[in-house]
């Protein structure tokens, strides 16, 4: 990263601020405060985060928790929130707080409206990890491309879709390259003997608990079952309650709420809600079974609209099934169950996953992100 020079005592301090409404949002846009506060640190930064942003540098100035729902049935019933939300922080932009630059982090449904309103303003507007315009809603990059700065893409075959449009677009890699560990392939084996540790990752969403927790420990019920060596742990995020977990706990089945790539990397086997730890769970070479289920409102109208065919993101970058999905009806005990079984019970199968998601990693690039968006949000701070 080129260092941006220190800025004398006298000159007023540069402010960002920084809108991410979900953890993976939280973590990556965090590693970028880092960056920015290591070039200067007087640089005012505030806006909505969670505790790694808030543990970087950032002064939130709402609660993080409220923002973080999935699907159109979950936002809608808080739509009062988002609602006065918005008002909130267009004031506070318009006012005293005026930013020199607002950093959007992905969460598209909200962070769109504060694109316009800032553009409105005469606020440039960088955009971090763009939403998915290659599966759905492919007017947002007409959107996207038309209201913000900067786009700061995760992906290399993002930017075409862009192209067409005025704003800037830069693949600066992805997050999760900079944020996980290094891997030793020598360690990635079939386990002997039928020791298999399997991680079950239900999701970071209160919903995504409600809609997949029960499904998976029933599913690694019937495994363990079948293969009684099989040791099974329950990713848990802190905030959730264990009264939540109480089945997994009966089942005796380990609850594990430290950093999920550390549960990852002492699995073998992964049963895991759709979303940004499928692809956490991809580069640390670990096969997967990937499952997700909402509301039938929610899911007809994503059908209705996603052009790919696959939902998690390993399958998604590399066009083809790597990994099984089981989505909505398919995502029952019974199958979760059947696919893992294949895992555990074929050597071959699970060793050519393994070795598919570990190539994963060259696809994505070298490149250190945190660093390439501090640049590129220095060059709209003069």
């Known amino acids: 990263m080129s260092s941006a020079p220190k800025q004398s005592g006298s000159a007023r301090a540069p402010t960002v601020m920084f809108i991410a409404g979900e953890p993976s949002g939280d973590m990556h846009a965090a590693a970028v405060i880092n960056k920015l506060k290591g070039i200067r640190g007087d640089i005012n930064i505030w806006g909505i985060g969670g505790p790694k942003m808030a543990a970087a540098g950032l002064e939130q100035v709402m609660p993080f928790e409220p ?51 800032a553009r409105g303003l005469g606020i440039p507007v960088v955009w971090y990890i763009a939403p998915m315009v290659w599966a759905w809603k492919r007017k947002r990059a007409e959107v996207l491309g038309n209201q913000a700065s900067h786009i700061a893409v995760i992906f290399p075959f993002e930017a075409k879709y862009f192209s067409p449009y005025p704003a800037p677009v830069t693949f600066v890699g992805n997050p999760l390259t900079e944020s996980l560990p290094p891997i030793d392939t020598s360690f990635k084996k079939f386990p002997a003997g039928g020791d298999f540790r399997l991680a079950i990752v239900p999701g970071s969403r209160s919903q995504e608990i409600k809609n ?44 594990f709420d430290g950093p999920l790539p550390e549960l990852i990397r002492q699995s073998d086997l992964a049963l895991i809600t759709s979303g940004t730890a499928t692809l956490e769970t991809a580069l640390l070479g670990v096969p997967m079974v990937i499952s997700y289920r909402t509301s039938p409102l929610t899911y007809a109208i994503y059908k209705s609209f996603v052009k790919i065919g696959h939902i998690g993101l390993p399958n998604i970058i590399t066009g083809t099934t790597v990994v099984p999905e089981c989505i909505q009806n398919d995502a029952s005990p019974e199958k979760l169950f059947a696919e893992m079984d294949k895992f555990v019970s074929t050597p071959s199968y699970w060793e050519n996953a393994a070795k598919s998601l570990l190539s994963l990693r060259s696809k994505l690039g070298e490149k250190t992100p945190s660093s390439e968006v501090a640049d590129i949000l220095y060059s709209y701070l003069g």
Do not use: W
């Open 212 to 255: 997949m927790l029960g499904v998976m420990l029933g599913a690694a019920d019937l495994l363990v079952k079948k293969h009684p060596r099989v040791k099974v742990a329950v990713s848990k995020f802190s905030r959730f309650d264990d009264r939540q977990f109480r089945k997994a706990s009966e089942l005796g089945f380990e609850l």
């Open 67 to 117: 923002f973080n729902r999935m699907g159109y049935v979950e936002v809608l019933s808080g739509l009062p929130f988002f609602l006065n939300a918005k008002k909130k922080l267009i004031r506070m932009m318009s006012t005293s707080r005026r930013p020199d630059v607002l950093v959007c982090v992905d969460y598209s449904g909200f962070n769109m409206p504060m694109m316009k309103a």
